[in-house]
């Protein structure tokens, strides 16, 4: 069955999906690094040094199981170290390491090369904010309360 006419924001968020496919295709690094669920908790922890494992698996919308999978997968690959709380030695700490900060600075050159062209600075600059609220309160959406 052939659909003619999708509403917007499917179209929306298909668009989204078929970029972030695009973009994943030509990560030739991609086998060294995290993977996509992976990707989720490092972007947390790189965004929010210092975090808990509690607020970054609520933050991130994880099942449980997923980000403890993740969490100590990442640690195993170098991407993240625990820290003991200096205040609260029962709390662990999520710090990014140099690893991943390495992983980031590959993705950015990776990402702006072929990207590189496409927007002028004016539009790319409405489509990160306009991305960022959509990020943001999607994410809104799904807590709790």
Known sequence: MEHT??????????LI????????????GAAAGPTPLETT?????????GTTAGAAAAATL??????SRALRSLEAK???RREHDE????SIRLHPTERAA??????????SAMLDGILDDGTRDTLI?????????????????
């Open 62 to 67: 994880l099942q449980p199981s997923n980000f």
């Open 87 to 90: 205040h609260d030695a029962r």
């Open 5 to 14: 006419r999708m509403s917007p924001l499917f179209s929306l968020a298909d």
């Open 41 to 49: 908790v490092l972007r947390y922890v790189d965004r929010n040094p």
């Open 129 to 145: 904010a306009t991305l960022e609220r959509i990020e943001r309160q999607l994410a809104e959406r799904r807590r709790p309360g």
């Open 102 to 111: 390495a992983n980031l600075d590959r993705l950015d050159a990776t990402w």
């Open 17 to 28: 999906l078929a970029v972030s496919r695009q973009l994943s295709l030509y990560d030739d």
């Open 78 to 80: 170098g991407f993240i």
